[in-house]
């Protein structure tokens, strides 16, 4: 059973600061690596993908990966009120899969 | 260009109705998925379609739960009878071909079964 977890929050910030949401998997194959936002009544939005060990930036966003601890997180730097979302976290397994496995996602909070 | 089209964007049905969602994949995507999400359960993969074609059912809760993709742009979901179980939204989402796998999602299907 391939698992991915997420602490369900809520992850309260005030504004300006950083937040940091993780994510841990199970299946040590996994290959691919996602952040989706989800506003609440609205559909999961992609902000991240990363594919190998390190950190990737995207303006205010930073994915770290490290597969020797299977742990992938991500970071919001300078935290808006417009960041407050739910943040999931996917994960694809081996290679010529195209299934994505979802957490529950973490519910942030960003306080003005 | 534009992304996923799901229809109907609510749905409200009484138990033992026939319920049909029907969703559009990108222009070009090859991989379509369909999720179902709850707040118990999460964002669930019920089945997906690799070039129209059901690799993986097994997310599928029972028989009254079918889906086709006839030709690349079109696939649909049916449930058949609803119960009031079967309540959740329904996301669709389409890949594309080459390494990325990413996902693109629909805007939902909220149904709600009486």
């Known amino acids: 059973q391939k698992e991915v977890e997420q602490n369900s929050g809520p992850l309260s910030v005030p504004e300006g600061a950083i937040a940091s949401l993780n994510c841990t998997y199970s299946?040590?194959?996994?290959?691919?690596f996602f952040w989706y936002r989800q506003y609440s009544g609205k559909s999961p939005e992609l902000i991240m993908s990363?594919?190998?060990?390190g950190d990737k930036e995207d303006g205010r966003f930073t994915a770290q990966l490290n597969k020797a601890s299977q742990y992938v997180s991500l970071l919001i730097r300078d935290s808006q009120p417009s960041d407050s979302a739910t943040y999931l976290c996917?994960?694809?397994?081996?290679?010529?899969?195209?299934?994505?496995?979802f957490g529950k996602g973490t519910k942030l909070s960003v306080i003005p | 260009d534009a992304g996923v089209i799901q229809s109907p964007r609510h749905e409200v049905t009484e138990m033992g109705q026939e319920v049909t969602l029907r969703c559009k994949p990108i222009s070009g995507h090859n991989s379509l998925f369909w999720y179902r999400q709850t707040m118990m359960r999460g964002l669930e993969l019920l089945i997906y379609f690799n070039n129209n074609v059901p690799i993986d059912d097994s997310g599928m809760p029972e028989d009254r739960f079918s889906a086709k993709m006839p030709n690349a742009s079109f696939s649909t979901l049916k449930i058949q009878p609803s119960e009031p179980r079967d309540s959740a939204v329904y996301f669709c989402a389409s890949t594309g071909t080459g390494s990325s796998y990413e996902q693109y999602f629909g805007p939902g299907t909220r149904l709600t079964v009486t």
């Open positions: 299946d040590r194959g996994s290959q691919s």
């Open positions: 996917a994960v694809r397994s081996g290679a010529g899969s195209y299934q994505l496995t």
């Open positions: 990363i594919y190998s060990n």
